[in-house]
């Protein structure tokens, strides 16, 4: 999953101004380090992308990884991300669950469970690497359910600042279901639940998955969380009705355009979905401001 070799593709400024230092000179991104996140043999793959400006803004950005096909058709629109972070003085780290990617362990061998104890770790990780005092988790797909499943298991640890929910799962069986679909369509076999895609689903992972309900999601965080995608989001309406039962401080951003993350569109070396990046883009930054109805309370 993870690429260290490949060098990061030009970013095109959205403005004349966009990218460069107070001279005019175009300011150069570091390199990306890849890393090692534990000690031990299951250490996993990451890649930290250090920010352009070396004063930073005392934030860090850990970036959680979509479930199988998506997570291939992702990378690119996630690697663009964390440039474009970088070029805004936000460094990032982008990562492989474990069993998944370029980290340890077998397809099949990872699942929810670890996977969320990852992100903890990942946290961890980057918080040493960037020196940063706070973090902002942003999660895409079932990496976003996995992000806000994580924070609230965090005990010890500092909590992320704020949560990026971006297209998050808010119904595992519809998401079940989709994948199921996809894969016929691919494979063009029918009645195969152990597999999309190409990649192992096993009874645990099902099981996790299909437990994923909006009613059954955090209800005591108090971390402010930012819910990115269409009003056609499976399951947004009883998530958002969740959250304000529960006074969970949510802002949503809708978008204008959905996104099939199993799509070749997706798969596409030169697709980014701009408008959901320059959404999160402006949260990190602090640029987004919220209408009274979307106020933390």
């Not at 380090?33 to 992308?49: E, H, K, M, S, T």
Request: some cysteine; overall charge neutral.
């Amino acid at each position: 999953m993870m690429n260290p070799t490949d060098s990061p593709p030009t970013h095109v400024p959205t403005s004349p101004t966009e990218g460069r230092s107070p001279r005019g000179a175009r300011q150069r991104l570091p390199f990306i380090q890849p890393v090692r996140i534990g000690r031990d043999a299951d250490a996993l793959a990451g890649i930290y992308q250090p920010a352009s400006d070396s004063t930073g803004t005392g934030t860090a950005v850990l970036i959680c990884n979509p479930f199988g096909q998506e997570a291939i058709r992702a990378q690119r629109s996630l690697r663009v991300l964390a440039e474009r972070l970088g070029r805004q003085g936000i460094p990032s780290l982008r990562f492989d669950y474990f069993g998944t990617g370029d980290s340890p362990g077998e397809d099949g061998a990872g699942h929810l469970t670890r996977w969320r104890q990852d992100i903890h770790l990942a946290d961890v990780t980057l918080r040493q690497l960037s020196g940063a005092s706070q973090t902002i988790w942003v999660g895409l797909r079932l990496g976003a359910t996995l992000a806000l499943q994580a924070a609230l298991l965090l005990t010890d640890l500092p909590q992320p600042q704020r949560i990026l929910l971006w297209d998050p799962v808010l119904d595992g069986p519809t998401y079940l279901a989709h994948l199921q679909r996809m894969n016929e369509f691919w494979t063009r076999q029918s009645n195969v639940t152990s597999e999309a895609l190409g990649f192992l689903i096993t009874h645990r992972i099902r099981r996790h998955i299909a437990a994923i309900r909006p009613s059954a999601l955090p209800a005591d965080t108090r971390i402010p969380l930012h819910l990115v995608g269409t009003a056609s989001l499976p399951g947004r309406q009883a998530f958002l009705d969740h959250c304000q039962k529960h006074h969970i401080p949510l802002h949503e951003v809708l978008l204008d355009s959905a996104i099939e993350w199993t799509s070749n569109t997706a798969l596409d070396s030169q697709w980014v979905p701009d408008e959901a990046i320059g959404a999160l883009l402006d949260i990190c930054a602090g640029r987004h401001h919220p209408s009274p109805s979307q106020q933390e309370p």
